[in-house]
Structure formats: C-alpha cells, structure tokens
C-alpha cells in the first residue's frame, strides 16, 4: 500500500489549497479513506473521512462548512479541498487507509 500526496502550501488566512493522495497496492474502490493533521507540538486529530462510494462523508467540526473531501475512484485519488483557511489549520495533512499513512503534505497559513 502506497499514497503519493501533493498540494500542500503556504497561504494566506482565507486563502485555499486542494491536497491530492494518489493510492496504490489496494483496492482503493472498496474502502473508505480519511485525511488526518499533525500540527506542531498536536497530536494527529481525524479531519475527514470519506465512504468507499464518495456518497458520505464526515467532518471534525473545526473544518466543517470550510472543507471538501472527495475521491475519484476512477483514478485512484483522494482529494481535500479547503477553503478559507485559517491560521489553526496549519499543519501537516495525510491520507490515511487502515493502519496505512501517506507521507504527509505542510500547510502553513500566515501572512
């Protein structure tokens, strides 16, 4: 099992990234996945999670109404698009599938 991650960056408050996680090893169609943050001196928390259809998805409430996740099955790809960002989301972002952990993307808002 291996996820490629991209799309991280630094922003301005309110500005937006779109993080990318291109799986392979598994059936990615079969399985629901999530993207999880790291901040400095934080322990790892749970952003969202995604059904294996794309059809639910969840959200911790801190990022709920300013964030998106989706997933193209088709391409093997998971996607994170966060919108009016803010300094507290400054972190660094993984995909994650079981006990399978990308290697992590920084997101850094300032300005």
């Known amino acids: 099992v291996q996820f490629v991650e991209s799309g991280g960056g630094s922003v301005q408050p309110g500005g937006s990234l779109r993080l990318s996680c291109i799986a392979s090893g598994f059936d990615f169609n079969s399985y629901p996945m999530s993207w999880y943050r790291q901040a400095p001196d934080q322990k790892r928390e749970l952003v969202a999670s995604?059904?294996?259809?794309?059809?639910?998805?969840d959200y911790a409430d801190s990022v709920y109404g300013r964030f998106t996740i989706s997933r193209d099955n088709t391409k093997n790809a998971l996607y994170l698009q966060m919108n009016d960002l803010k300094f507290e989301d400054t972190a660094v972002y993984y995909c994650?599938?079981?006990?399978?952990w990308g290697q992590g993307t920084q997101v850094t808002v300032s300005s």
């Open positions: 995604i059904t294996s259809g794309g059809g639910s998805a």
């Open positions: 994650k599938f079981g006990s399978t």
